[in-house]
């Protein structure tokens, strides 16, 4: 398989097959539920069922590609960007993927989601060739944003960190399309606490956090957003978010910046490894 079929894969199966942790949680989230909320997520899993099946996207915005790419240090960066955007104009008119790319000062659609910056590619260095591919939904994208502290929330602590993401949440209501999946992060600067805040989402929902305080932070996080009654898709219920997932890294001495990226329920991600075997899909 050539590496702009395999990336084309990709797309097509991050478009139309959600996770299964996240399906599963959801399926959790139905169990605990009536009424509204219970008919609102049997809904979207029979539409994650009929996404499945007949091969169309999950959602109408198919979102901004994001782009996470290990290579051996001997593979140019130059031919696999050349790939994954060869790959783009072929999802974008083969599944179709919605074209999500607009120039802002014009507002010309470029029609096959490419565009200055778009789609978006970090690369680091690694053992083997291994792709990770985030489908970042724009009306989601709207509910999150990033906190300084001290404010009027809280300290520059973990108690501080929670206010902040609880605050964005209640501004949010059921703007960003919830039941939601936050990622969370704590450092500075700003540009490293955003794009790791997006980093979060490639974690699997079952997956436990390493750090024994930030699991703690997650899980009462959890719980405390599912007691806020806003529910899927702002209806109401118990079931707001089905899981915050946070990390911490180093900050500036005069900086403590909090991002919050929000995920709808809809979160789409794809990993594709090539090894002895050709290529991989999980």
Same mark, same amino acid.
């Given at each position: 398989?050539?590496?702009?079929?395999?990336?084309?894969?990709?797309?097509?199966?991050?478009?139309?097959?959600?996770?299964?942790?996240? /399906?599963?949680?959801?399926?959790?989230?139905?169990?605990?539920?009536?009424?509204?909320?219970?008919?609102?997520?049997?809904?979207?899993?029979?539409?994650?069922?009929? $996404?499945?099946?007949?091969?169309?996207?999950?959602?109408?915005?198919?979102?901004?590609?994001?782009?996470?790419?290990?290579?051996?240090?001997?593979?140019?960066?130059?031919?696999?960007?050349? =790939?994954?955007?060869?790959?783009?104009?072929?999802?974008?008119?083969?599944?179709?993927?919605?074209?999500?790319?607009?120039?802002?000062?014009?507002?010309?659609?470029?029609?096959?989601?490419?565009?200055?910056?778009?789609?978006?590619?970090?690369?680091?260095?690694?053992?083997?060739?291994?792709?990770?591919?985030?489908?970042?939904?724009?009306?989601? /994208?709207?509910?999150?944003?990033?906190?300084?502290?001290?404010?009027?929330?809280?300290?520059?602590?973990?108690?501080?960190?929670?206010?902040?993401?609880?605050?964005?949440?209640?501004?949010?209501?059921?703007?960003?399309?919830?039941?939601?999946?936050?990622?969370?992060?704590?450092?500075?600067?700003?540009?490293?606490?955003?794009?790791?805040?997006?980093?979060?989402?490639?974690?699997?929902?079952?997956?436990?956090? =390493?750090?024994?305080?930030?699991?703690?932070? /997650?899980?009462?996080?959890?719980?405390?957003?599912?007691?806020?009654?806003?529910?899927?898709?702002?209806?109401?219920?118990?079931?707001?978010?089905?899981?915050?997932?946070?990390?911490?890294?180093?900050?500036?001495?005069?900086?403590?910046?909090?991002?919050?990226?929000?995920?709808?329920? $809809?979160?789409?991600?794809?990993?594709?490894?090539?090894?002895?075997?050709? =290529?991989?899909?999980?």
């Amino acid at each position: 398989m050539q590496l702009a079929d395999a990336l084309a894969e990709l797309y097509l199966r991050a478009a139309t097959q959600l996770p299964r942790d996240v /399906e599963a949680a959801l399926r959790e989230a139905a169990k605990r539920e009536d009424g509204v909320a219970k008919a609102s997520l049997e809904m979207i899993l029979e539409n994650i069922k009929i $996404a499945r099946e007949e091969g169309r996207p999950i959602c109408q915005d198919t979102g901004t590609p994001i782009f996470y790419v290990e290579r051996p240090a001997a593979m140019s960066e130059r031919e696999l960007r050349a =790939a994954i955007l060869e790959a783009t104009r072929r999802a974008t008119k083969e599944i179709p993927l919605r074209s999500n790319s607009v120039d802002s000062l014009g507002g010309k659609n470029s029609g096959n989601n490419i565009h200055s910056g778009v789609p978006i590619i970090h690369f680091k260095e690694g053992e083997r060739l291994r792709f990770q591919l985030l489908l970042k939904g724009g009306g989601s /994208e709207n509910s999150g944003g990033t906190y300084t502290l001290p404010n009027e929330l809280g300290g520059r602590d973990l108690k501080g960190a929670a206010a902040c993401v609880l605050d964005l949440v209640r501004k949010a209501q059921g703007k960003g399309c919830p039941p939601g999946i936050l990622g969370v992060c704590i450092g500075s600067p700003k540009e490293l606490v955003v794009q790791n805040s997006l980093r979060q989402f490639l974690r699997p929902l079952n997956e436990r956090n =390493a750090v024994p305080e930030l699991q703690k932070f /997650e899980d009462s996080l959890t719980a405390e957003i599912n007691s806020t009654g806003i529910g899927p898709m702002g209806f109401g219920g118990k079931t707001t978010v089905l899981g915050v997932r946070a990390c911490a890294l180093s900050r500036h001495p005069a900086s403590y910046f909090v991002d919050i990226s929000y995920s709808c329920w $809809a979160l789409r991600r794809a990993g594709l490894e090539f090894g002895d075997g050709g =290529a991989k899909f999980d």
